[in-house]
């Protein structure tokens, strides 16, 4: 089912020194670790830590993830990692990212609004539900409790 309506997460970070590069700016990979982290805290955030998921049987790998890169972010920049889920279907979620410079760490936001900041990378991830054996798992079956919190997350 396709989302018509966002609520988006945030996680702030500091750039740290080792995730820069020589040119003095945040090493391009590090954006999709940045990713997980916004992803793992949205899981969170809704009240179902990733490791409960595991402890369930099911893992939730990337199968496709894309980055379009605007400005880049530097050292000691304060960064927040916009997340929301863009998409929800029985084996598969797909998650959107905005990464954004902001002024100060922690400054105030109100959950599910619009991100703010200077935009620097925009991107997004796809994710299947599968077991230990790897075989697909609905999760709207298997996992109904998750299943709901993801949807009102996505605000359906």
Same mark, same amino acid.
């Given at each position: ?16 020194? $080792? ?44 199968? /496709?993830? /894309?980055? =379009?890169? =605007? ?17 929800? =279907? ?11 410079? /902001?002024? $100060?760490?922690?400054? !105030? ?5 619009? !991100? ?18 790897? =075989? ?21």
């Amino acid at each position: 089912m396709e989302m018509s309506s966002y609520r988006w997460f945030r996680q702030q970070v500091r750039v740290r020194y $080792e995730e820069t590069d020589q040119m003095g700016v945040v090493y391009h990979a590090n954006y999709l670790i940045w990713f997980e982290i916004g992803r793992t805290e949205l899981i969170r955030q809704i009240g179902y830590p990733y490791h409960r998921l595991e402890e369930q049987g099911m893992l939730l790998p990337v199968v /496709e993830a /894309e980055l =379009k890169y =605007k400005r880049p972010a530097r050292y000691d920049d304060v960064i927040s990692i916009y997340t929301r889920i863009e998409t929800l =279907k029985g084996i598969r979620i797909g998650m959107a990212y905005e990464i954004r410079r /902001e002024e $100060e760490l922690a400054a !105030p936001w109100e959950e599910g609004s619009e !991100p703010r900041g200077e935009l620097l990378v925009v991107g997004s991830t796809l994710h299947t539900f599968i077991n230990k054996d790897w =075989k697909f798992v609905n999760a709207e079956k298997e996992a109904p409790e998750l299943w709901a919190r993801l949807r009102d997350a996505a605000q359906l």
